[in-house]
């Protein structure tokens, strides 16, 4: 990319920064899935059937859980949070460098495609989970008992996964083969984000470390939401909060700092 990349218009206003984002976001969905229902059918049927699969692995393991929790709905759900929290950050943090050409359009800011692939990210897992939550009060007769918690957590993941993905898109800009280990380092992370143990099953020397991860707050959170007084969840949603905060700071600063940067490092 050669010359200098221009800035955002200052006049623009929330509603010109709205279509924006409401262009990136078409643009960002077609360009993954075409123009095919079939390919907007599988932004939903991939993160189902991967659920699918692992909860399945769980339940055909016939690991008891406690108070006659569904093993199928236990594992579905975990599996679909962390999917969408690990789906916003690999996806952001390939933002810049996937769009590189809409970067000379002036209304357009770093933020903006981070920000749109954070909301095509969300709004696929979210009818994910509904299923998930659907098939339990079918089959199981089970319903979130706090579904505003459950609700204010997803989002509060997928806030912690943006955060993270434009920091680590930003950093990219700066060092390009960072973007090859993204991937790997998301899976890493699966251990350490409690997505399918309890906090309170683990060893007291294993819960510190595993409490140090905000992830693993938000996941006990969604468990609690959705299970209530049968679990003893371990979670604090104004230490998720801090986290949320101090990434996205991060993230927004270093964006603002490596945009004058772009045309020299591609």
Known sequence: MSGNVPQRRRD???A????????????????????SRVGYIWLVGEPVMLAVGISTIHWLSDRGLPNN???????????????MFRAVVTR??????????????RSISLH????????????????????????GLLYAD???AYPGLFALSLVLSALLGHGVGALLAALI??????????????????????AFAMVDSMPPAAQEIILKNPLAHV?????????????????????????????NFMGMVALRAVRSRISMAH
């Open 219 to 247: 996941n006990e959170a969604i468990r609690y939401a959705q299970w209530g007084d049968k679990i003893i969840a371990h979670y604090d949603l104004s230490f998720v909060t801090f986290w949320v905060i101090i990434f």
């Open 16 to 35: 010109a920064q709205l279509r924006v984002l409401q262009a990136l976001v078409i643009r960002e969905m077609l360009g993954r899935f075409g123009q």
């Open 12 to 14: 623009g206003g929330l």
């Open 142 to 144: 089970v319903w979130p």
């Open 92 to 105: 952001c943090a390939g933002a810049i460098n996937g769009n590189l050409n809409l970067l000379y359009h």
């Open 69 to 83: 929790i569904p093993t199928f709905l236990f594992y579905g759900l975990g599996y679909a949070a962390f999917f």
């Open 112 to 135: 903006d495609l981070i920000i749109a692939r954070t909301l095509v990210e969300f709004v696929a897992v979210v009818p994910v989970i509904l299923l998930f939550i659907l098939g």
């Open 173 to 194: 800009v700066l060092y390009e083969p960072l973007e090859r280990i993204v991937h790997p380092l998301t899976y890493l992370m699966m251990p350490l984000s409690a």
